[in-house]
């Protein structure tokens, strides 16, 4: 299989005005900018763009916003897993109605299905679409962890061709190519550097919310160029921005940048709070040392 997709694919903020309501205008200057500043490709509605605090039409509208901003200017995969089958088999068809390319799908995060069940539940899932799946490894927060024997199983799906391997541990993406070949197509998630260097084509990437001329660069330096010492020091300037958008902050701390950097996003939505104010020192250091604030503006 050709990759369809491939680069550094920014996994977006939802914007929400001042009270709280999702902003198309917002949003569509967000996208335009991700553009402009040379991201590969975008993925809203995913755990960064807070879909399960977005409402069934509110997620159509995003996405909607997203596809029509970006114009096929760069490929859109919109997240659309949920606990059950029949709700993701839904949110698919909402993505090839609004004209995205395909989707991002976590497995079931409540019910900790078994592998029998996860190979049925893809396997209905790719049966009702002809957009290709990404499905997205990450334990962390899906309580199941697609191990690549489970991942190798899966790739014999029709239709799931892609996966985010969102684990701290890159041997996943080595194994993952051995054991699925050419049926399976790997992004990193949390490690982009590490991953391309063991053999991923793809990054999705929260930090690139904010960096995406560099997150981008960081992919073409390494995968593309093979200028590793170049990409080293790339990733390396970037590194505090990639750590502090890491863990519990993802949402909060990606939001309080675009703010300082005049992309108003607004807040995240309840039950998560506002980047408390005890963490904007590190945020502010992260900035000056990633070249996205001077010290005399803050």
Same mark, same amino acid.
């Given at each position: 299989?050709?990759?369809?997709?491939?680069? *550094?694919?920014?996994?977006?903020?939802?914007?929400?005005?001042?009270?709280?309501?999702?902003?198309?205008?917002?949003?569509?200057?967000?996208?335009?900018? /991700?553009?402009? !500043?040379?991201? @590969?490709?975008?993925?809203? &509605?995913?755990?960064?763009?807070?879909?399960?605090?977005?409402?069934?039409?509110?997620?159509?509208?995003?996405?909607?916003?997203? #596809?029509?901003? *970006?114009?096929?200017?760069?490929?859109?995969?919109?997240?659309?897993?949920?606990?059950?089958?029949?709700?993701?088999?839904?949110?698919?068809?909402?993505?090839?109605?609004?004209?995205?390319?395909?989707?991002?799908?976590?497995?079931?995060?409540?019910?900790?299905?078994? !592998?029998?069940?996860?190979?049925? @539940?893809? +396997?209905?899932?790719? %049966?009702?679409?002809? &957009?290709?799946?990404?499905?997205?490894?990450?334990?962390?927060?899906?309580?199941?962890?697609?191990?690549?024997?489970?991942?190798?199983?899966?790739?014999?799906?029709?239709?799931?061709?892609?996966?985010?391997?969102?684990?701290?541990?890159?041997?996943? #993406?080595?194994?993952?190519?051995?054991?699925?070949?050419?049926?399976?197509?790997?992004?990193?998630?949390?490690?982009?550097?590490?991953?391309?260097?063991?053999?991923? #084509?793809?990054?999705?990437?929260?930090?690139?919310?904010?960096?995406?001329?560099?997150?981008?660069?960081?992919?073409?330096?390494? %995968?593309?160029? /093979?200028?590793?010492? $170049?990409?080293?020091?790339?990733? @390396?300037?970037? &590194?505090?921005?990639?750590?502090? #958008?890491?863990? @519990?902050?993802?949402?909060?701390?990606?939001? %309080?940048?675009?703010?300082?950097?005049?992309?108003?996003?607004?807040?995240?939505?309840?039950?998560? &709070?506002?980047?408390?104010? +005890?963490?904007?020192?590190?945020?502010?250091?992260?900035?000056? $040392?990633?070249?996205?604030? /001077?010290? +005399?503006?803050?």
């Amino acid at each position: 299989m050709t990759a369809k997709f491939r680069g *550094t694919y920014s996994v977006m903020v939802t914007a929400y005005d001042d009270a709280g309501a999702f902003d198309p205008g917002a949003m569509a200057r967000y996208t335009d900018w /991700q553009i402009t !500043e040379g991201i @590969h490709g975008l993925m809203p &509605l995913g755990s960064t763009g807070e879909f399960l605090s977005l409402t069934t039409k509110e997620r159509e509208a995003v996405a909607r916003c997203v #596809v029509d901003t *970006t114009a096929g200017r760069v490929p859109v995969l919109i997240g659309a897993g949920a606990e059950r089958t029949e709700d993701v088999i839904e949110n698919c068809r909402m993505a090839e109605d609004v004209g995205a390319q395909g989707m991002l799908i976590i497995p079931p995060f409540y019910s900790t299905p078994t !592998e029998d069940e996860l190979y049925r @539940h893809y +396997e209905r899932i790719a %049966a009702s679409t002809r &957009l290709p799946i990404m499905i997205y490894n990450n334990p962390a927060t899906a309580n199941v962890d697609l191990t690549p024997p489970i991942v190798a199983r899966l790739s014999e799906i029709d239709g799931v061709d892609y996966i985010k391997e969102s684990t701290m541990d890159v041997t996943r #993406v080595r194994d993952i190519i051995d054991m699925c070949g050419d049926r399976m197509t790997v992004f990193g998630g949390i490690m982009g550097f590490e991953s391309f260097v063991n053999g991923a #084509v793809g990054w999705v990437a929260v930090a690139s919310n904010v960096l995406p001329r560099q997150c981008a660069d960081l992919f073409t330096l390494t %995968a593309d160029k /093979q200028d590793y010492d $170049a990409a080293r020091a790339l990733y @390396h300037e970037i &590194l505090p921005m990639i750590r502090l #958008v890491g863990g @519990h902050r993802y949402v909060s701390a990606t939001k %309080a940048a675009l703010k300082l950097m005049g992309m108003d996003t607004g807040n995240p939505r309840a039950p998560r &709070l506002p980047l408390p104010p +005890e963490d904007m020192p590190e945020l502010l250091r992260a900035m000056r $040392a990633t070249g996205l604030m /001077q010290e +005399e503006r803050v």
